[in-house]
């Protein structure tokens, strides 16, 4: 969510959905929908387009509510995120459910992905078939009860500790792997016989460099 980004351009939206047949009634529900997003998003601690969605599912009566308002949401963040303006097509927030119910550290974790992949240009159909992916991998171990990214990397050190034929302590292994994270070579060698040096990369020649004066 670029609030000044909303703010400086969502006259743009508003043309364009004039401009291109849409009714006027959903032109004033995007406009009201905008406003509420500008105006009360730092008072309810919205930090994006889905934590807008939950709040208005939290209170609508009925689905019909909900289907409206995820519409216009929708279109308001694709407008303001990915500069793609309505087509009558479903949105991001429509096709992508299990984003909507991943913990904020998950979807943070998405949405960076998401604005990374897309500023290296990447190809945005491609940005939104492996964020949707990520987002049901994350999805599974949450409802596991996988909660945040630091509970991930306490069950990676874990598994790790019942690879090992060593009896690593969990201090040790984070402290060492910590050392060994710029060093080419087999983790699970390393497990086993963390002692031993790394292997020498055959091919790999140390450059040598002249100066002069």
């Known amino acids: 969510m670029n609030l000044e980004n909303l703010r400086s351009n969502y006259s743009k939206l508003l043309k364009h959905l004039k401009d291109n047949g849409y009714s006027d009634a959903f032109g004033a529900r995007v406009r009201r929908m905008i406003e509420v997003i500008l105006a009360e998003s730092q008072m309810r601690g919205w930090s994006g387009y889905y934590d807008v969605l939950r709040h208005y599912e939290a209170k609508s009566v009925s689905r019909d509510s909900i289907v409206k308002a995820k519409t216009v949401i929708g279109a308001i963040m694709e407008f303001d995120l990915n500069k793609k303006y309505p ?84 201090s040790n292994l984070v402290a060492l792997l910590r050392q060994q994270l710029f060093v080419y070579r087999d983790l699970i060698t390393w497990l086993n016989k963390p002692r031993e040096g790394p292997p020498q990369l055959a091919g790999i020649k140390q450059l040598s460099f002249e100066f002069s004066y």
């Open 87 to 170: 087509d009558r097509t479903a949105s991001g927030l429509s096709q992508n459910r299990a984003y909507c119910k991943l913990s904020h550290d998950y979807q943070l974790l998405i949405d960076r992905y998401k604005a990374s992949a897309l500023s290296s240009n990447k190809k945005e159909s491609s940005v939104k078939v492996e964020s949707s992916n990520a987002s049901s991998f994350l999805l599974r171990i949450q409802e596991a009860g996988i909660n945040k990214l630091n509970d991930i990397a306490m069950l990676i050190l874990r598994y790790l500790q019942l690879l090992s034929k060593i009896k690593w302590s969990l």
